[in-house]
């Protein structure tokens, strides 16, 4: 049975990996500033600013990483670096969650996995020097995984736009940024089948169809039970459509395994969600 470390899995998508993902592997988590995993057994303190993982890695002997990490910057290139060091020395397999914000300078069409990175913002700069060191891992030990905007039932995103509506302060939309989407069910089903199958390199994890920001959030906004309609605050980064999507062409899954945008939304709203396996 492999042994898994989530680092990060007190976050969103961590949380909703380590649900995933226990039931099936031997998995660990590490949480910073929520005691409420302080009494959990499989949960491991780990504050990126002050602790190694040199000394939780060698503790736990995880045959697979996932780095759900958050958090500063110059923090986490450390522990990467460490991270990394690991996988080598133990022959095992790191997994990074990286984000469609590496592409966030290119205007005109979407992104594909073998893609030139290339980005405007911090954010995204980031990401793509994360990306590097990771890619200069040896074969078969790495994967990068890059996640458009995420939703569900729970998502930080979509508790945002409930309490913008609740007490109509304007919630910022983006007419003009075609997007793909995703949802943490979505995600954690397909880094399952990534992991039983020993995948390797980049994955585009994203909905197969494309939707503009503001019609998106429009859908989501008109199946939320309120009386109350939402306030938008419209900004326009470009004048022209701004594509911010990733979408796979060489490392594709299983068509079960592909999901639409329409579906995204059905599974943020609680609703039609496909069959668990």
Not at 201 to 224: M, N, P, R, V
Not at 246 to 270: D, F, I, M
Request: aromatic share 14%.
């Amino acid at each position: 049975m492999k042994r898994i470390l989530i680092v990060g899995g007190s976050g969103f998508l961590g949380r909703a990996l380590y649900k995933e993902l226990h039931p099936y592997f031997d998995v660990y988590g590490t949480y910073c500033t929520q005691e409420s995993y302080a009494t959990n057994k499989r949960y491991f303190e780990y504050d990126i600013r002050e602790d190694s993982p040199t000394e939780l890695l060698g503790f736990i002997q995880p045959d697979v990483i996932i780095s759900a990490l958050r958090g500063d910057a110059d923090a986490q290139f450390i522990a990467h670096d460490m991270m990394i060091d690991y996988v080598v020395k133990k022959n095992a397999r790191l997994i990074f969650l990286s984000a469609a914000n590496v592409f966030d300078s290119f205007r005109h069409y979407p992104s594909y996995e073998h893609d030139k990175t290339f980005s405007e913002s911090a954010y995204g700069k980031f990401k793509i020097n994360l990306e590097n060191k990771v890619m200069r891992m040896p074969p078969f030990s790495w994967t990068v995984a890059r996640l458009p905007m995420v939703f569900g039932t729970g998502t930080p995103r979509l508790l945002e736009l409930k309490t913008a509506i609740a007490q109509q302060t304007p919630y910022e939309i983006f007419p003009n940024s075609v997007i793909n989407v995703t949802a943490d069910y979505f995600v954690t089903q397909q880094l399952h089948y990534i992991i039983n199958r020993d995948l390797w390199g980049i994955f585009h994890l994203g909905s197969t169809d494309l939707i503009h920001h503001d019609e998106f959030i429009a859908q989501l906004a008109a199946g939320l039970p309120s009386v109350k309609k939402p306030v938008y605050k419209h900004v326009f980064a470009s004048n022209i459509d701004r594509y911010i999507a990733v979408l796979p062409k060489y490392n594709t899954l299983p068509k079960h395994l592909r999901y639409t945008a329409e579906q995204v939304l059905q599974n943020t709203l609680g609703s039609t969600l496909p069959n668990k396996r």
